[in-house]
């Protein structure tokens, strides 16, 4: 158990839909990252959060937004879905010195239909 | 462009017929290299961190080692336990805030 939790774990929709799905950090963690791993090009990374402030920027599309909350938990919104969204969407967190060593979710399945 | 490459796609190995796993990466600004391992249908667990060519790390049957332009996971007798697919990632020096690039992995199938 890495003490990182991501709700919900499976998600199936409709595309032009809208979802948000929330991540727990390890407690003491400041930092959240969201990745999107689909079969066909592992991880991407999408978005950094730090205690409270979007620190860095990946590959996140217009369509989607995230937020870390005050008590460090974060939230992924997806709207305007479409079928190529479907994916495995992680939350990560880090703490402390030991950059590099990331703490993953188990991860939110998103089928959009 | 930068890029983190992982070769082979996919392994299989006899229970004890030891290999190693590439990472090979053509970014700039190298801040950190790092393994993690993903079993099915769960989120990467973290395995080692490397910042310097020459470094090694060693846990149980793994090894990993960096070079200026690489990264080998070596795998000595490996168990069915050590199935899993293994990630390298990048941390980049150049960007703001603290980014991991992955690779796209090796599929690891160790056979009793």
């Known amino acids: 158990d890495s003490g990182v939790t991501q709700t919900p774990k499976h998600l199936i929709t409709a595309t032009g839909q809208r979802v948000t799905l929330r991540c727990s950090p390890r407690?003491?963690?400041?930092?959240v990252y969201w990745y999107q791993q689909s079969l066909d090009q592992g991880l991407q990374f999408l978005i950094q959060?730090?205690?409270?402030?979007?620190?860095a920027k990946g590959n996140i599309l217009e369509r989607f937004s995230a937020q870390q909350f005050p008590d460090l938990h974060s939230e992924l919104n997806l709207s305007s879905l479409e079928l190529g969204d479907s994916a495995l969407y992680f939350c990560?967190?880090?703490?402390?010195?030991?950059?590099?060593?990331?703490?993953f979710g188990e991860g939110s399945r998103l089928t959009v239909l | 462009e930068d890029q983190v490459t992982q070769s082979p796609e996919a392994l299989r190995l006899q229970e004890g017929e030891s290999s190693s796993l590439n990472c090979s990466y053509t970014?700039?600004?190298?801040?950190?290299l790092f393994w993690y391992r993903q079993d099915p249908g769960k989120g990467p667990e973290f395995l080692f961190t490397?910042?310097?060519a020459g470094e090694e790390k060693e846990k149980e049957r793994l090894k990993a080692t960096l070079t200026k332009k690489e990264s080998f996971l070596h795998i000595t007798a490996p168990k069915p336990e050590d199935s899993a697919t293994y990630l390298c990632?990048?941390?980049?020096?150049?960007?703001?805030?603290?980014?991991?690039?992955f690779g796209t992995g090796t599929s690891l199938t160790v056979i009793p």
């Open positions: 490397l910042y310097s």
């Open positions: 959060y730090y205690n409270g402030e979007e620190r």
């Open positions: 990632a990048v941390h980049l020096r150049e960007r703001t805030g603290n980014q991991f690039y």
């Open positions: 990560a967190s880090s703490g402390g010195g030991r950059v590099g060593e990331l703490f």
């Open positions: 970014v700039s600004g190298l801040r950190g």
């Open positions: 407690s003491g963690d400041l930092s």
